[in-house]
């Protein structure tokens, strides 16, 4: 199941559909409509082909300007998707990035994760692309893709809220979230992403410790849904009180998302 939904591109890590999974009430999510990844700053000329070949009419970028500057994506000539975000800074602080500062071991690295997940669902940036997102998904009847520097926290929680409010139960949820340490090119991705953490904050940081913020942990997205179930009691209600996210829409979403 994992081959057949994640595209074998050389530059973009963590690439993959998201559809197909079954939803309450009966019928599945589209495949090839819902695609997900980190940043195209190294996407190869292949790459770029495959991108267009999709056939994306909404590109979603949760990253902040500065991110942006740092990590330009690429785009090919033929690109014309529209490319949706917020704005405002962040600092260039990707939740990984944001855990790292002063870790030295793995208990200290999970223990920030954690505690960087349970803001996530008000960090402001965040949530004013999230309702740009479920808007577009809302609006158009053709595919999109989600993206943010790793392609594995933020697009992570992202993708979490979009397959609870069409239905997807959530084993499923978190089975497709945890894809991140299995699906794409893991350990190249957990290399560069060490040498970015330790050019910032020094060699000293163990390797399991980089280990654990460079990949996915069913606690730390659970951290996340804890914080919208202890305020909202469910993610539907969190979408509507913070995420703009009304009935119409939902039905809408169901509508062009899911089939028989």
């Known amino acids: 199941m994992i081959a057949e939904r994640v595209l074998p ?25 819902l695609w997900r990844s980190a940043h195209h700053e190294a996407a190869t000329d292949d790459d770029l082909d495959a ?7 909404t590109v979603i970028d949760l990253r902040g300007d500065d991110e942006r500057e740092l990590h330009p994506c690429r785009r090919s000539e033929a690109f014309s998707a529209r490319v949706l975000y917020a704005g405002g800074i962040t600092a260039g602080l990707a939740p990984h ?7 030295i071991d793995v208990e200290t690295a999970r223990e920030r994760m954690i505690d960087t997940y349970a803001g996530m669902p008000y960090r402001p940036a965040l949530v004013a692309t999230l ?18 520097v790793a392609g594995k926290d933020r697009t992570g929680f992202a993708v979490a ?25 893991i350990e190249e991705r957990i290399a ?7 050019s910032r904050y ?12 460079m990949s996915v942990n069913p606690a730390y997205l659970d951290a996340a849904l804890a914080t919208v179930r202890r305020d909202h009691g469910d993610i539907p209600t969190y979408a ?21």
């Open 161 to 185: 809220i979009v397959h609870r409010l069409l239905g997807v139960h959530e084993d499923d949820l978190m089975q497709d979230y945890l894809l991140t340490n299995t699906a794409g090119k």
């Open 9 to 33: 591109l050389a530059g973009i890590h963590n690439f993959r559909d998201y559809g197909g999974y079954a939803v309450e009430g009966g019928g599945r999510l589209r495949d090839g409509t």
């Open 131 to 148: 309702r740009l997102y479920l808007s577009a998904l809302a609006e158009y009847d053709a595919p999109s893709l989600v993206h943010c």
């Open 97 to 103: 990035l944001q855990a790292a500062g002063g870790t």
């Open 202 to 213: 020094g060699a000293e940081i163990h390797d399991d410790a980089i280990r654990a913020l």
């Open 192 to 198: 560069q992403g060490a040498a970015h953490i330790r």
């Open 51 to 57: 991108l267009d070949a999709l056939g994306l009419e």
């Open 240 to 260: 509507e009180a913070v995420l703009n996210f009304t009935p119409a829409m939902r039905e809408a979403l169901t509508d062009r998302l899911v089939v028989t």
